[in-house]
């Protein structure tokens, strides 16, 4: 699905990813994990292609195709999806328009606003957002909380291949945590999505179970194991690395 081949990445002059080497198959889910400035958003935004990071050595495949070069939109669209660490804000987009634009796009068909509206409700009610947040302007106002649920409703709209979920359990309480990682972990369960998932938390791995956790340090992944490996953190933290 995806292969990391000695990745090296700059931000201006700076070297941020120091050799990255991983691979994800379809439908696993792994877990990255390290202090913070360790580059596990810097990794996210490169794998996307953000044009603020430049890949200066190394190999990114999908699907055994060579994206190195390619542009976000074209990422995009061959199935890769990057949930925000801190979505930005738009004002004068509604939600509701711009999920089905991307419906649209994804899917290649015009739905009738109605059949679309109820697909809609029912994904925002199972992420215990109101009916109302639909004709709210996209992001705007949003506690962080929300604006992460809104990171996976696009994701359940666009149907990417792969995705990058950036801390996309910060600011989520306890409820919106477990309803967030269900509706991650049944796509998972249909083989239908893989993840890759940048967070601190350890209760995310108790209702979105990884096939591998990575420790990230200082640019380097310098520890991969089993779930096991999140224990050992969040007993000792990451100084065990060091």
Known sequence: MLTIR????????????????LHIKKGETHFLMGPNG????????????????DVTKGTLFFNAKNITRFAPEERAKLGLFLAFQHPLEFEGIRLYSFLRNIAVKNNKAVFLPAVFYSALEKN?????????????????GFSGGEK?????????????????????????????????TKAMAALTRNGDLSLLVITHNARTAKYLPPRKVHVMVGGRIIASGERNLINKIDKHGYKIFK
């Open 38 to 53: 360790a580059g596990k958003s810097t990794l996210g935004m490169a794998l996307m292609g953000h044009p603020d990071f």
């Open 148 to 180: 992460k649920k809104t990171e996976i409703l696009q994701l359940l709209e666009a149907k990417p291949k792969f995705a990058i979920l950036d801390e996309i359990d910060s600011g989520l309480d306890a409820e919106s945590l477990l309803r967030v």
């Open 6 to 21: 000695n990745l090296h990445v700059n931000s201006g002059k700076k070297e941020i990813l120091k050799g990255i080497t």
């Open 124 to 140: 925002l009610l199972s992420l215990g957002m109101g009916r109302e947040f639909a004709e709210r302007y996209l992001n705007l």
